[in-house]
């Protein structure tokens, strides 16, 4: 006997012979009332030409969760599972579910492919409470970044993790990002600036410019918002700083900068031959990569975020232009900064994480609010590590290193645990001085505030040095002369440190 059933990959009714007995509940008498119960009214696919009053978007599609639907059958079919970044199998009970469901492998990943899943992520429409450390893809910046889900909503632009981010997102295009030689090299300038204006598959609608090498003008095009190639700027003036003939001489790295670029011999050895690209862009603010390919030589890249040259393993083809082949090389190209004199950096993200910098001008940590990702390395969780790490770019001025007052020798609790809050008087507030308290530096209120005038060099000597043993803060200075010792005593050596003590009369 004829009856109807519904195959969710096509979203559409068919016809079959049953047999009469058993079979599943995915059987109707006819395609109406099979339609009726079964038929997703919101899928953007072919195979429907009826009224929709809203229709899904293919990301929306496979951002949707695991649904096995409202029967018992035991089917195995495929997903797209956004937060691993790949099409996985799960059971499908025959009926109901959602349209994240296919037959095949094969079928979702189409679907599903990078174009769909890659493109600009889209804040849900209503804001859910969750907090939940998430990735995406910025098709803007061509990199993953993470940032806070609120645990609904939104597209499939959505991972666990920067692994998956990445898979899925930046496998290289070769036909999209640039023109090549038959080495699958890229060329400086036939693999950007005489790159035709690609919109790309999204779309939006954003105002762009592209570099046209017929007029050699920058000129506007409308980008879609996702994938394209790499000539694609913000703005006018990035497109001529990058493209413009007329710096051409003092945009390319080569041995000789008055030669035209060419089309090296392949890389695959690791020579360090790709040299002649375009540095129209900052290449030390790029991050660093390794390229698609499998050699292993090392190199050298500029890590921003730490402020130094640090040594990576390159693949030997592709990559950017932060690649060095020595330290040397890339310190010349990229001049490193001690992490302490970076400024203080949020980030893209909008947590609201306490944190402290060193402050190079006020030299000082300072408090701000990190964002939770991106930033840079000067940003410690405390202020001890901060001034740990940083209290070597403390400049020794003379007028840095005593407040009025003096630091109390007597009388004074000491902590229960070693602290360190500062290295000078002039990172404590007011009238506080740094003092060093048994293993502990800290700023605190001076025994005197207002000292009487004393001479700067007192009568007697001072005692032989000695080792503080066990005061770990005890090289802090606690007197800057003589004057600043009460009575009689005197501004004296002990092994690694200056501090007031009792005077000899005569020398040892």
Not at 51 to 74: F, H, W
Not at 224 to 244: I, K, P, V
Not at 386 to 404: A, F, G, I, V
Request: net charge negative; glycine share 8%.
């Amino acid at each position: 006997m004829e009856r109807w059933t519904y195959t969710p990959s096509t979203d559409a009714c068919e016809q079959f012979v049953y047999g009469g007995c058993g079979g599943s509940a995915n059987r109707f008498d006819t395609q109406v009332a099979c339609e009726r119960k079964c038929r997703r009214q919101l899928v953007t696919r072919p195979v429907s030409t009826t009224s929709q009053p809203r229709q899904e978007t293919r990301a929306e599609v496979c951002a949707m969760p695991e649904e096995g639907g409202n029967c018992l059958a035991y089917i195995q079919n495929w997903r797209y599972d956004s937060t691993a970044g790949n099409c996985v199998q799960f059971v499908y009970g025959g009926c109901g579910g959602n349209s994240n469901n296919f037959k095949t492998k094969e079928e979702c990943e189409r679907f599903c492919s990078r174009q769909v899943v890659c493109q600009r992520f889209e804040e849900p429409e209503v804001s859910c409470l969750a907090n939940i450390p998430r990735w995406r893809y910025n098709p803007d910046s061509r990199t993953c970044e993470n940032f806070v889900y609120g645990g609904c909503g939104g597209n499939a632009n959505n991972f666990n993790s920067i692994e998956a981010c990445e898979g899925m997102c930046l496998q290289r295009d070769d036909d999209r990002t640039a023109n090549r030689d038959s080495s699958n090299r890229v060329s400086s300038w036939e693999g950007i600036c005489r790159l035709q204006a690609d919109v790309g598959p999204c779309k939006s609608s954003q105002t762009r410019w592209h570099y046209n090498p017929i007029t050699q003008l920058c000129e506007t095009f409308t980008y879609g918002g996702c994938l394209g190639n790499h000539n694609n700027f913000e703005s006018q003036a990035q497109c001529m700083t990058y493209c413009d003939s007329s710096r051409w001489a003092h945009n390319v790295r080569t041995a000789a900068p008055t030669a035209a670029p060419t089309d090296p011999e392949p890389d695959i050895e690791g020579s360090g031959d790709i040299d002649e690209v375009i540095t129209g862009v900052d290449v030390c603010s790029l991050d660093r990569d390794s390229g698609s390919c499998r050699f292993a030589s090392r190199k050298w890249f500029y890590n921003h975020r730490e402020g130094k040259c640090e040594e990576f393993v390159y693949g030997g083809c592709e990559g950017n232009q932060n690649r060095f082949e020595s330290r040397e090389e890339c310190e010349s190209q990229c001049n490193p900064r001690d992490i302490c004199m970076l400024s203080s950096k949020t980030g893209v993200c909008r947590a609201s994480i306490p944190r402290f910098y060193f402050d190079y001008a006020a030299q000082e940590c300072r408090q701000f609010v990190y964002g939770g990702c991106q930033g840079n390395a000067n940003n410690f969780d405390s202020r001890d590590v901060c001034m740990s790490r940083c209290s070597s770019l403390l400049r020794d001025r003379p007028e840095d290193l005593e407040k009025e007052g003096m630091c109390p020798s007597r009388d004074y609790p000491f902590p229960q645990q070693c602290r360190r809050e500062c290295n000078r008087d002039l990172q404590c507030p007011g009238n506080k001085k740094c003092c060093a308290l048994g293993c502990s530096v800290l700023c605190i209120e001076p025994a005197i505030s207002v000292r009487p005038i004393q001479p700067k060099v007192k009568a007697g000597y001072c005692p032989p040095r000695t080792d503080w043993k066990g005061l770990l803060g005890a090289c802090a200075p606690a007197c800057s002369d003589d004057s600043s010792c009460p009575g009689q005593q005197k501004c004296c050596h002990h092994g690694c440190g200056v501090r007031c003590v009792d005077a000899l009369d005569e020398e040892p």
